[in-house]
């Protein structure tokens, strides 16, 4: 446990020197980033099927029990909500889990039991109630994402360390395969607002645009299956600055001129960008 300039709580993994929301800190990042954005109340208010939640990078749990807390917190009854959190590393959640640490980390025993919950994840791989069933896939994110059948995501929460830490998870490949398992209508959101990371996501076959400001991040980053899910879409402007960075896509794709020239021309043709002119992009 670290203690942040704003004087919160977090996580920071030893073996690569990496600290889970490092910005405004645990609860407002789990908020900002990831909840908030994704309308998880007013999804879960809808009527219909089961919604899957596809927690990637479970970490401190962070994420995955404040998404449970806005689903065992509804007064009146919707569609249940799932979350299936991967990860391949426990013992961040087993640190979280701790006494001197859980209030810090969102896993309070008061109100709804994020503890308990957080508890029988760790214990037997799962937690069931009413309203949520929340699940545990551990090992490789690569073959477990592999395995998911297609059109099965509503949600995804893109929670996983950086390009620097983990490169292999962050390729225009993986974004691929994501983009597979997500239905209609579904949406990303990461913490990462880098040019790679969004190029990534659009040679991978999303609509891409810019996510909320949290803590020392001016931006982050929500994909979608359809642009008019998003309520700020990029523009002509950011494609000026694909076009001028020493780092425009994922590390996948070569660095040849010849390369580089193809994927700035796919990202160019992506359908979101059609009919913009300078005045509206």
């Not at 990637?56 to 007064?75: D, K, M, P, Y």
């Not at 390729?171 to 997500?182: A, E, G, I, Q, W």
């Not at 425009?248 to 070569?254: I, Q, S």
Request: aromatic fraction near 6%; charged fraction near 20%.
């Amino acid at each position: 446990m670290v203690t942040l300039p704003n004087g919160l709580r977090a996580i920071r993994e030893l073996a690569c020197g990496e600290v889970m929301h490092p910005g405004a800190g645990p609860l407002v990042e789990a908020e900002s980033v990831y909840v908030t954005p994704s309308r998880l109340a007013s999804r879960l208010g809808e009527p219909g099927e089961p919604l899957v939640l596809l927690d990637v990078g479970l970490g401190a749990a962070t994420n995955a029990i404040t998404a449970w807390q806005v689903s065992e917190a509804r007064a009146v009854p919707g569609r249940r909500l799932e979350i299936v959190s991967f990860e391949h590393d426990l013992d961040a959640l087993r640190l979280a889990l701790e006494p001197d640490n859980a209030d810090a980390l969102g896993l309070t025993r008061t109100g709804p039991d994020a503890h308990a919950a957080a508890s029988a994840l760790l214990a037997d791989g799962r937690h069931e109630t009413p309203r949520t069933l929340w699940r545990l896939c551990l090992g490789d994110f690569r073959e477990a994402l592999a395995a998911l059948p297609d059109a099965c995501a509503d949600v995804v929460y893109w929670d996983l360390f950086s390009p620097r830490t983990a490169p292999a998870l962050w390729t225009v490949s993986m974004f691929k395969s994501l983009r597979r398992v997500c239905r209609e209508g579904a949406t990303v959101h990461t913490y990462s607002a880098s040019t790679s990371t969004r190029s990534g996501f659009l040679l991978g076959g999303f609509a891409v645009g810019v996510g909320a400001r949290t803590g020392d991040r001016d931006e982050t980053t929500v994909a979608a299956t359809r642009p008019e899910d998003l309520a700020q879409p990029l523009g002509l402007s950011w494609l000026g600055r694909v076009a001028r960075s020493s780092v425009p896509f994922p590390n996948d794709v070569p660095a040849e001129p010849a390369a580089r020239a193809d994927a700035l021309a796919r990202v160019r043709a992506c359908p979101q960008f059609s009919g913009l002119d300078e005045a509206t992009g």
